[in-house]
């Protein structure tokens, strides 16, 4: 357990400094932006107590409105993310979970992994830039912003676990 919780320290550090130094200084054709640091989420254990999974999106949120700029807006979100996680995991993780059990391709397949990490992400990011907007006055920039980030967020997850970039294993 302790090298599991070193390793989420390092991930945690990791994808603070990623998306506070690159991927916030990134605007892809002017609005798509990275949201990297829900792969933090995506790979805490499916055992892990959910109190403790709050607590660890609470301060991944606060981490990054710190950094950002946006005090409360990250933190909210990512409480509401780690809130559904368990939900999703219910949905998508085999049902032999294993002790330390780390979502990834190996352990629920390319296909299951991808819709579990899709939906997190896509939930992640769609409450964001709504709560950020906070109008619907331009759908259409809303929609491209959602869009654009989603597909960009997912692929760098898609990219980390297809090199193998699974800091939480053993």
Do not use: C, H, W
Not at 100 to 113: A, I
Request: hydrophobic share 60%; glycine share 6%; proline share 3%.
């Amino acid at each position: 357990m302790k090298k599991i919780s070193l390793r989420l320290v390092l991930l945690f550090i990791l994808l603070v400094l990623l998306q506070i130094g690159l991927f916030d200084n990134i605007r892809l054709f002017g609005f798509a932006t990275p949201l990297l640091y829900i792969y933090f989420l995506i790979k805490l254990p499916i055992n892990m107590n959910r109190n403790i999974v709050l607590v660890l999106s609470a301060l991944l949120g606060f981490t990054i409105d710190i950094f950002g700029g946006a005090l409360g807006l990250n933190m909210t979100v990512m409480i509401l993310v780690g809130f559904l996680r368990y939900y999703l995991l219910k949905l998508f993780a085999p049902k032999d979970v294993f002790d330390e059990y780390l979502p990834s391709f190996n352990t629920f397949g390319k296909f299951y992994f991808i819709r579990y990490a899709g939906i997190m992400t896509l939930t992640q990011i769609f409450l964001i830039f709504t709560i950020e907007s906070f109008s619907l006055f331009n759908p259409v920039l809303l929609f491209l912003r959602i869009a654009g980030s989603f597909t960009l967020t997912i692929l760098l997850i898609f990219a980390f676990e297809s090199v193998n970039f699974d800091v939480l294993k053993k």
